[in-house]
């Protein structure tokens, strides 16, 4: 379908758009759409299961210790909720080793503010299989912070949680904030996009204007472009020269993440040994996830979502109230709190499809609606 085919299609759907649409509708929260592709892109081909137990096994993971009473009751029924988040590598810290999160997170002293978050959502896969929904929330969201104990420490933004008390902090204060039980636990580099884009041919983006980053000296000119590798991540990473700054930024990202998803999921991806094995192997090499969650049920997971694509995944984000600047905290994003409750509830109960019916726009814009 050509784009002016597809706007033709949204202005008959509804009238709903007249007027505009609401700006932090249009503009959604970072989305890492890459672990929904990662069980999506596992479940096909068994031919590769050995090569894929091998990949999975070389996860990185991290230990859950939360106390159990402390935690939100597990769902009753087969739906899960996968808490995401996107990471750097961490800081480099003079003196101190190398080390990796999975090895920070396991040593039982946690290196407060070597490791930023700035991208933290929910994956919530129906009990039927058919359906992913992944659902953001914004990384400035003023909310109460857990540590790693499960207790309240402060009210901060969100993406605190993470840097100053780890995987733990950042499970408990979700929970805390959702009243959802988080089943799993996946934290993926960001740096790993550059190899992703590469391993899949480079991943088409729509840029619907010209401007210059000057942060990252970059000029981008408007039209399709195809982007791998460093190209790639500037895309994601670029905030200078947008209209509306981190904002557009994030619209972009979740845009990159769904056209990502797409080209994972095609068929010259899936057809084809070479791409699919240098696919997986990027995905898996910038991984961690908990370690509870082990490759065979990883690989079982997958394997149940072998008939689900692109088009069966859902990007939306935590309805916000308002933005604002408070002393000492800067800017941050207050939820809105009864639709919130609605989104939380939709999700414990596995009803999301009737949440979007009420509330379609919810769902991340087309592409050319994307600054």
């Known amino acids: 379908m050509s784009r002016r085919e597809k706007r033709a299609r949204r202005e008959l759907k509804g009238k709903r758009r ?7 509708r249009r503009h959604r929260k970072l989305v890492v759409g890459v672990v929904g592709a990662l069980v999506l892109v596992l479940g096909t081909g068994t031919a590769y299961a050995y090569y894929l137990n091998a990949q999975l096994g070389n996860v990185g993971r991290v230990e859950t210790k939360l106390k159990e009473a402390d935690r939100p009751d597990p769902d009753k029924g087969k739906a899960l909720n996968i808490l995401l988040l996107g990471s750097d590598k961490g800081k480099k810290v003079e003196g101190a080793e190398d080390t990796t999160l999975a090895e920070d997170a396991a040593s039982g002293s946690w290196p407060a503010g070597k490791y930023r978050s700035d991208t933290l959502m929910i994956a919530h896969i129906t009990s039927d299989r058919k359906k992913v929904y992944l659902v953001s929330i914004p990384r400035d969201t003023y909310t109460d912070i857990y540590d790693e104990t499960g207790a309240k420490q402060s009210t901060q933004k969100i993406n605190d949680a993470f840097a100053e008390y780890g995987p733990n902090g950042a499970i408990s204060t979700v929970e805390n904030l959702t009243d959802l039980r988080m089943r799993h636990l996946a934290i993926i580099d960001w740096d790993g996009f550059k190899s992703l884009s590469k391993a899949v041919g480079g991943v088409p983006v729509y840029i619907p204007r010209a401007f210059y980053d000057p942060k990252q000296k970059v000029q981008w ?20 020269g947008l ?4 904002f557009d930024r994030i619209a972009r990202q979740q845009n990159f ?5 797409k080209k994972m999921l095609a068929r010259d991806t899936m057809s084809n040994p070479i791409k699919l094995t240098r696919t997986l192997t990027a995905v898996t090499k910038n991984l961690t996830v908990d370690a509870g969650w082990d490759p065979g049920d990883m690989r079982a997971l997958a394997l149940s979502l072998r008939g689900t694509g692109s088009d069966d995944v859902t ?17 941050i994003v207050r939820l809105d709190e009864a639709k919130n409750t609605e989104l939380f509830t939709a999700l414990r109960e596995d009803r999301m499809d009737e949440y979007l019916e009420k509330y379609p726009d919810d769902q991340l814009a087309d592409e050319d609606q994307i600054g």
């Open 257 to 261: 993440l769904r056209s990502l998803m």
């Open 243 to 246: 209209l509306r700054g981190d």
């Open 18 to 24: 007249a007027g505009g649409i609401p700006f932090h």
């Open 221 to 240: 000119e408007a039209g399709e472009q195809t982007l791998e590798g460093k190209k790639a991540l500037a895309y994601v990473r670029t905030r200078y």
């Open 315 to 331: 990007f939306l984000t935590a309805p916000v109230a308002t933005t604002e600047t408070i002393p000492v905290v800067g800017s």
